[in-house]
C-alpha cells in the first residue's frame, strides 16, 4: 500500500517498516535507518515491489516527478552495487519498497494567530527560536525498504527534509542522492 499525502499526516506505514514522523523544520536531513538484526544474506536480483506512480493515479505532479527520481536513485545505487532488476517480485530474491510524501507547510498569518506569527519574526534573536528558512517550503519524507518479499525489510529506513528549493532539480537530486545513500549504506554489494 502506498499513502501519496500532500496534506499533514501523522507518519508512514510500509509494509514491515514504520518511518519516522514528523518532527520539526531543521535544514538538515532527519534519518532514521533499519537495524538488522538478521544474519547476513546474499542477494543478486531485485524487483520494485512499489507499482511507480503517474499522473494517471490521480497523483499530483510534485510527487509523480519525486517518484520518479527517487526509483532513479535508487536503481542507480542497487545497479552500482551489482545488483540486477527482474520484472516481477515473483522472480527476484528481494524486493524494494518505497514511498514518498509531501507536506506543504503552512505558518499562520497576522490575521488568524499574532502570537504565531511573533514567534518567527525577522527581529528575532537567534538561537531563541526557531526561524523558518523559507515558509511554503515542503517538508518531504522518503521511506526505503529492501529485503525478502512478503518479509521485513533488512536494510533501508526513512529520512525527512525540509526541501527550501523543490523546483530545482539539481537541489532535488543532492537531496535524494544523500538520502538514499545514508540508509542503503549497509547494503553490501550483490553475490
Known sequence: ?????????????????????????????????IE????????????????????????????????????????????????????????????VDYQIAVVHEEFASEETEESWDAQFDSNAQRGVVELPSRTGAPLVTLSVGVGPQHGMPIWGGSATKLMARPEDKSERQRVLNKAVSELLQDLPPAA
Do not use: K
Open 1 to 33: 500500500m502506498r499513502i501519496t499525502n500532500t496534506g499533514l499526516f501523522a507518519g508512514l506505514l510500509i509494509p514491515g517498516l514504520l518511518a519516522l514522523g514528523i518532527a520539526g523544520c531543521s535544514s538538515h536531513t532527519q534519518i532514521e535507518r
Open 36 to 95: 538488522s538484526r538478521s544474519a547476513p544474506v546474499s542477494f543478486q536480483t531485485y524487483a520494485w515491489g512499489t507499482e511507480a506512480l503517474s499522473a494517471d493515479t490521480g497523483a499530483p505532479a510534485q510527487l509523480v516527478e519525486l517518484d520518479l527520481e527517487l526509483r532513479q536513485v535508487v536503481g542507480a545505487l542497487m545497479q552500482a552495487r551489482g545488483y540486477r532488476l527482474v520484472d516481477s517480485p515473483e522472480s527476484a530474491q528481494m524486493v
